[in-house]
C-alpha cells in the first residue's frame, strides 16, 4: 500500500510570548521570556511564584460568554488556536467531506483548575454535593476535540490522546497515520494546557520539578545551563492542520512544510526520571527516522524537548549525540521552552510550530538565559545560545517527552513544488 503524504496547511498558536502565530514566532527570534510573577492567584505558601501565563488573553474576545462559562480554560485555548489554523488555511468548510475530516488532540491534565475549584467548593460547604453541571464535561480531557469537531462539523476521528507531556506530539503522530492510511483527508491535530493554578502549583512543587528562582523569573528556564534548578510551567494552545497532499494541491493551499514521520518509544525505567543513558529517546529518534525514511545526516535542526532539569537536559543531549555520532555538531540544537516554559501536554504542538516556521523562513530560535556551560554536555554541540542562527533548513525534529517514560519525536520537511 502506498503511503499518502501530508503536509500542513494551517497554524494557530496561543503562547506565553503572543497570543497568535505571528507574535509568538517574532518573540521566539527575538529570544524573549514568557516568564513573571503569576497573576492568577496568591502565591505567598507556595515555593515557587512565577510562571508563564499567557499576557493579556481574553477569552471573551473570541467566545461567547455563555459558550466560554461551558469550558474549562484548556478547552478555551484549544477553541481560539483552532479557529486561528481553520482561518490560515482557507479550508472552505462547505465544500469538503466531513466524514474525511478529524481532530485529534492532546492535553496531560485536561480541566485540572475545574477540578480543583469545585472540589474547593464541595469541601467549604455544608458537605452536601452542589456541583456545577458542567463540572465533569468541563473538566474530562477529551472535551476539547468535542468542541472543535462540534464548532467545524468534522465527523471523522475525534479523540485525545493522554502520554503527560508528549501528548500533542502523540496526537500528531497518530493524525499522521490517519492520513498517510487514507482515512482522512483534513485533521486539525495539537493540543492545549491550562495548568497554572493552585493545584498544578502545588503538585509540581511537591515534586521538585519547579525552578524556584523567584528572585529572576526571566531567566529561570535556562535550559543546558549548569545552574538549570527546574522547569517554568507554561499554558497555551498549539493547533495544527494536516492534510493529504492531493487534497491540499487540490484547492491551491498554502502549504508551509510536509510532515514526513513520527515516532514513539518508552522509557520503561522511572515514573518521572529519564533513563541516564537517554535509551528510550536514542530508540524514538530513530523509530521517527525510519519512519521518515531519512538518514540521520539529512537531519539540520532539533528543537529539543529541553526542560531545563538537571536530569533530563543531560540524558537527552547524550543520547542525540550517541545517535548522530560526529554529525551532531552539524545540528542547530535548541529549546523554545527557554522562552515559553513548559506546556505540559501542549509543548509538542507549540514547539512543532516553531520547526515548521524554523524551516519555511530558514532561521533557528535561540535557547535563551545560558551563561554557564554543564561539564556534563558534549561541547561540540551547537545549543543555539541566546542568538536566533540563519540557516537553510531542510529537514528539523522536535522532540518531546513526558512523565511516564512516553516519548514522541515528529520530523518535518521543506516542502518545494
Known sequence: ???????????????????????????????????????????????????????????????????????????????????????????????????????????????????????????????????????????????????????????????????????????????????????????????????????GMGGFNAMHALSTRNEDPATASRPFDSTRDGFVLGEGSGAIILEEYEHAKARGAKIYAELIGGGLSSDAYHITSPHPEGLGVKAVIKNCLNNAGVSFEQVDAINTHGTSTPLGDVAELKAISDVFGDHAKNININSTKSMTGHLLGAAGAVEAISVILSIKNGIVPPTINHKNSDENINSSLNLTLNKAQKRDINIAMSNTFGFGGHNACVIFKKYIN
Open 1 to 199: 500500500m502506498e503511503l499518502k503524504r501530508v503536509v500542513v496547511t494551517g497554524l494557530g498558536a496561543l503562547t506565553p510570548i503572543g497570543n497568535n502565530v505571528n507574535e509568538y514566532w517574532d518573540n521566539l527570534i527575538s529570544g524573549k521570556s514568557g516568564a513573571a510573577p503569576i497573576t492568577y492567584f496568591d502565591t505567598e505558601k507556595f515555593k515557587t511564584k512565577f510562571a508563564c501565563e499567557l499576557k493579556g488573553f481574553n477569552a471573551l474576545d473570541f467566545l461567547d460568554r455563555k459558550e466560554a462559562r461551558k469550558m474549562d480554560r484548556f478547552t478555551q485555548y484549544a477553541m481560539v488556536a483552532s479557529e486561528e489554523a481553520i482561518s490560515d488555511s482557507k479550508i472552505d468548510l462547505e465544500s469538503i467531506d466531513n466524514y474525511r475530516a478529524g481532530v485529534i488532540w492532546g492535553s496531560g491534565i485536561g480541566g485540572i483548575e475545574t477540578f480543583q475549584n469545585e472540589v474547593i467548593n464541595f469541601a467549604s460547604g455544608d458537605g452536601t454535593p452542589r456541583f456545577n453541571p458542567f463540572f465533569i464535561p468541563k473538566m474530562i480531557g477529551d472535551i476539547a476535540p468535542g468542541h472543535i469537531s462540534m464548532k467545524y462539523h468534522f465527523m471523522g476521528p475525534s479523540y485525545t490522546t493522554v502520554s503527560a507531556c508528549a501528548s500533542s506530539a502523540n496526537a500528531m503522530v497518530d493524525a499522521l497515520n490517519y492520513i498517510r492510511l487514507g482515512h482522512c483527508d483534513i485533521i486539525i491535530t495539537g493540543g492545549s494546557e491550562a495548568g497554572v493554578n493552585k493545584a
